[in-house]
């Protein structure tokens, strides 16, 4: 059986960090400024910590000023406000993000709705959300795991997403409605399934371009793969890996990776897919946004 194209992620995330380091230091040059970005972590979850340090640490290779603030986990819900205000009347900061989840007593939705939009680089305000909804994406600041899977998408594919058929897997407001929008505006024909969605496996067999979001590790078969298909895995899930020795785990996709191989034209691995575009999106929206509130031109769009 012919196999997939593997669809190199960590490649296409250090050529957009690349490119995102050459405009910084342009921005520098002619404005004296940087773009800043803060991230908050309440809490201790260990798959947070290693996320937050590893934005930072991209932060800082792009040249940016970056800060992070890590608050305990029974921090109140009044503290974490408090410091989004805070971030908010930041002259030196453009990016604000909130690492999710939060602790069980904070309200998500309520810190979210405090950041402003034009400083909300997770794309997760309301007032986000309506303009990508609305079709006007290039207004917005676009949730970076999904504007990272268009890159992967596009860089694979070239210009013909037009008229191709798309199936979401999973509903998120994070991921699988923002991703939906966006392949709406690529002109692609979209369907978004879910857990309830009937015969799923006829529903992503139907589709040219498959984005597996659901967050069950393997649960799209390779048997449900179109001949010739692309397939974006966002999924990131743990499993237990008893072969690799006790107590050891591996990480998969939302898609079984080994079947979907040999049916796919092209498909992205987990690790090493969506994971390191979600970063490389994060330093895109920190510097359009820091360009938007300094006042200056957009610069040509990496997607
Ligand atoms: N405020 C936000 N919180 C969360 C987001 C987000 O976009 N904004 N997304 C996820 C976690 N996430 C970033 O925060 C993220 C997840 C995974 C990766 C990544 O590079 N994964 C690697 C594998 C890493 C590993 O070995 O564990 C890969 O796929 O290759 C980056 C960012 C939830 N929270």
Request: proline share 7%.
């Amino acid at each position: 059986m012919p196999q997939a194209q593997i669809i190199d992620g960590k490649a296409i995330a250090e050529s957009v960090r690349d490119e995102i380091t050459r405009r910084a230091a342009a921005l520098l040059e002619t404005t004296g400024k940087r773009p800043g970005l803060a991230v908050v972590l309440v809490g201790e979850d260990p798959a947070s910590q290693v996320y937050v340090r590893n934005k930072d640490r991209a932060a800082e290779a792009c040249g940016f000023h970056s800060v992070k603030h890590t608050l305990a986990a029974d921090s109140s819900e009044a503290e974490v406000l408090s410091l989004v205000e805070q971030l908010n009347n930041d002259p030196d900061i453009h990016g604000i993000l909130v690492q999710l989840p939060l602790p069980g007593h904070i309200e998500e939705s309520k810190v979210l709705r405090l950041i402003r939009p034009e400083k909300d680089v997770d794309g997760f305000h309301p007032v986000n959300v309506g303009l990508l909804t609305a079709g006007e994406r290039d207004s917005a600041l676009v949730p970076c795991t999904p504007a990272g899977s268009l890159v992967l998408l596009k860089r694979t594919l070239g210009d013909t997403l037009s008229g191709k058929t798309a199936v979401v897997v999973g509903r998120s407001n994070i991921v699988g409605k923002p991703m939906a929008s966006l392949l709406l505006q690529e002109s692609c024909t979209v369907t978004i399934a879910h857990s309830r969605t009937k015969d799923l496996p006829d529903v992503v067999r139907g589709a040219d371009i498959v984005v597996a979001a659901v967050g069950r590790p393997e649960m799209v078969k390779g048997s449900w793969i179109r001949d010739g298909a692309t397939v974006i895995d966002v999924g990131i899930n743990r499993i237990p890996a008893p072969e690799r020795g006790e107590r050891k785990s591996r990480l998969v996709g939302d898609v079984a990776f080994d079947e979907a191989v040999g049916h796919a034209g092209a498909i992205t691995p987990v690790p090493g897919g969506v994971g390191p575009m979600t970063i490389a999106m994060l330093m895109v929206n920190t510097l359009t946004a820091a360009r938007r509130l300094l006042g200056l031109p957009e610069e040509e769009p990496l997607f």
